[in-house]
């Protein structure tokens, strides 16, 4: 993937990973689009990052997705990479009753999210010379924590689904590409600093690197072993993981 001369739409990017993106893409000579729900994060983005476009968006509204991509696409015709990065991550008790509103709105947000994004640009990326697609999933579609399990599931669900959507796009001009993040030190799950997590500004900065040369997939090298556990001996390290875990919290969990 071209890491200049690209116009860039990421959602969810007014803090943590997409904000980060976001900036690293508009300092190597990028227009840049951010989407978010909240306008004065927007407003500071813009204030604090001259030349970074925002646009209000709530990314678990369907009619508003269609909406502001079609103004986007007449706005920006030259749009070529998509950036799906909105997400939330409440934690939930798979042994116990559902927070039905609360799962809905997961699913809606980090699973129909991304995918009705896609379908919404998807026309208007195979018409430029050189297009991409980027899904923000985890290391959590490998390796689920349990206190999570609804959104450790969405993420396994959109690594699935890039695999296809890659498959039926290999004959256009849209690349396809999957960030699997490790536990990073954002807001997403209580910024604290904690010496597990990988620090914001590292993860950009490998994330940026590794992007340049990327045909799948994009995985730092903190997060490798979690991303090679998947296969049929899997279970134990699940286990073990979730166990660790709960021997030694999440700050605010």
């Given at each position: 993937?071209?890491?200049?001369?690209?116009?860039?739409?990421i959602?969810?990017?007014?803090s943590?990973?997409?904000?980060?993106?976001?900036?690293?893409?508009?300092?190597?000579?990028?227009?840049?689009?951010?989407a978010?729900?909240?306008?004065?994060?927007?407003?500071?983005?813009?204030?604090?990052n001259?030349?970074?476009?925002?646009?209000?968006?709530?990314?678990?509204?369907?009619?508003?997705?269609?909406?502001?991509?079609?103004?986007?696409?007449?706005?920006?015709?030259?749009?070529?990479?998509?950036?799906?990065?909105?997400?939330?991550?409440?934690f939930?008790?798979?042994?116990?009753?559902?927070d039905?509103?609360q799962a809905?709105?997961?699913v809606?947000?980090?699973l129909?999210?991304?995918?009705?994004?896609?379908a919404?640009?998807?026309?208007?990326?195979k018409r430029?010379?050189?297009?991409c697609?980027?899904?923000?999933?985890?290391?959590?579609?490998?390796?689920?924590?349990?206190a999570?399990?609804?959104?450790?599931?969405?993420?396994?669900?959109?690594?699935?689904?890039?695999?296809?959507?890659?498959?039926?796009?290999?004959?256009?001009?849209?690349?396809?590409?999957?960030?699997?993040?490790?536990?990073?030190d954002?807001?997403?799950?209580h910024?604290?600093?904690?010496?597990?997590?990988?620090?914001?500004?590292?993860?950009?900065?490998?994330?940026?690197?590794l992007?340049?040369?990327?045909?799948?997939?994009?995985?730092?090298?903190?997060?490798?072993?979690?991303?090679?556990?998947?296969?049929?001996?899997?279970?134990?390290?699940?286990?073990?993981?979730?166990?660790?875990?709960?021997?030694?919290?999440?700050?605010?969990?």
């Amino acid at each position: 993937m071209k890491l200049s001369g690209n116009t860039v739409f990421i959602t969810g990017g007014t803090s943590g990973i997409g904000r980060g993106l976001a900036e690293a893409f508009h300092k190597r000579g990028n227009r840049v689009i951010v989407a978010g729900r909240r306008q004065a994060l927007l407003d500071e983005i813009a204030r604090q990052n001259p030349g970074i476009d925002t646009v209000e968006l709530d990314i678990g509204d369907a009619a508003q997705i269609r909406a502001v991509a079609a103004q986007l696409i007449e706005r920006y015709p030259a749009l070529n990479v998509v950036i799906n990065n909105a997400g939330i991550m409440p934690f939930d008790d798979a042994g116990g009753p559902l927070d039905d509103e609360q799962a809905v709105r997961l699913v809606d947000t980090n699973l129909l999210g991304p995918v009705r994004v896609s379908a919404a640009f998807v026309e208007h990326l195979k018409r430029q010379p050189e297009a991409c697609i980027v899904n923000n999933s985890s290391v959590l579609a490998y390796v689920p924590l349990a206190a999570t399990a609804l959104y450790s599931a969405t993420k396994a669900a959109i690594h699935s689904y890039t695999l296809s959507q890659r498959f039926v796009l290999h004959n256009t001009s849209v690349r396809v590409l999957e960030i699997a993040p490790p536990w990073v030190d954002t807001d997403l799950v209580h910024k604290s600093g904690d010496p597990r997590a990988m620090p914001l500004d590292a993860f950009i900065a490998e994330t940026m690197t590794l992007l340049e040369s990327a045909t799948t997939e994009i995985v730092v090298e903190a997060a490798k072993p979690m991303r090679d556990n998947a296969g049929p001996n899997e279970h134990a390290f699940v286990d073990q993981f979730n166990q660790f875990v709960a021997d030694n919290p999440i700050p605010g969990a």
